[in-house]
Antibody, heavy 118, light 110 residues
Framework: QLQLQESGPGLVTPSETLSLTCTVS????????WGWIRQPPGKGLEWIGS???????YYNPSLKSRVTISIDTSKNQFSLKLRSVTAADTAVYYC????????????WGQGTLVTVFS | QSALTQPPSASGSPGQSVTISCTGT?????????VSWYQQHPGKAPKLMIY???KRPSGVPDRFSGSKSGNTASLTVSGLQAEDEADYYC??????????FGGGTKLTVL
């Protein structure tokens, strides 16, 4: 059974870089796309970006200048880096699997809360 | 790129039907048949309920159905049950490999 697990620091200092990793178990990263979605406390979902198994990346235009998503198929992991964070980046961050760029997010991780706080 | 527009809240009594709307533009909802709906219970990850406007993943009750007309998609929950009380989010492909979500609707079962 496919499982996704986010990991990374729960607290990030303003202006620093938020780094999260999603570890996938129960299936290979090959043949699918993988994405990051976030949800500020009490608010709605926001797509951050997606990456293909071959490493092609697609980003939310509003975050594109600060985001990098990468993939490591040897470790069955993909990662998110968000630079120059502010309090507005405080959110639960989810990783998810999708079939392609226009496909739905079929499987989700449990999410991890990242707080930007000095 | 604005979020899709959903009503903040919806409600219905057990056994009744309720419909949640999701309004976008011709560049997203109206332009593609790639609308999805997600259910989210408090403190939990979203769960896919409908994809490609009206398709249901395996395991999702047929009480959940989706449709689209022009730039507005809809999710209908028939035969409301207590466990349907949750937040519901729509999403749509928006071209150029972009995805957008709606603001979410809190469904209350009275």
């Amino acid at each position: 059974q496919l499982q996704l697990q986010e990991s990374g620091p729960g607290l990030v200092t303003p202006s620093e870089t938020l780094s999260l990793t999603c570890t996938v178990s129960g299936d290979s990263l090959s043949s699918y796309f993988w994405g990051w979605i976030r949800q500020p406390p009490g608010k709605g979902l926001e797509w951050i970006g997606s990456i293909s198994y071959s490493g092609s990346t697609y980003y939310n235009p509003s975050l594109k200048s600060r985001v990098t998503i990468s993939i490591d198929t040897s470790k069955n992991q993909f990662s998110l880096k968000l630079r120059s964070v502010t309090a507005a980046d405080t959110a639960v961050y989810y990783c998810a699997r999708l079939g392609t760029t226009w496909a739905p997010f079929e499987y989700w991780g449990q999410g991890t809360l990242v707080t930007v706080f000095s | 790129q604005s979020a899709l527009t959903q009503p903040p809240s919806a409600s219905g009594s057990p056994g009744q039907s309720v419909t949640i709307s999701c309004t976008g533009t011709s560049s997203d909802v109206g332009g593609y048949n790639y609308v999805s709906w997600y259910q989210q219970h408090p403190g939990k990850a979203p769960k896919l309920m409908i994809y490609e406007v009206s398709k249901r993943p395996s395991g999702v009750p047929d009480r959940f159905s989706g449709s689209k007309s022009g730039n507005t998609a809809s999710l209908t929950v028939s035969g409301l049950q207590a466990e349907d009380e949750a937040d519901y989010y729509c999403s749509s492909y928006a071209g150029n490999n972009k995805v957008i979500f709606g603001g979410g609707t809190k469904l209350t079962v009275l």
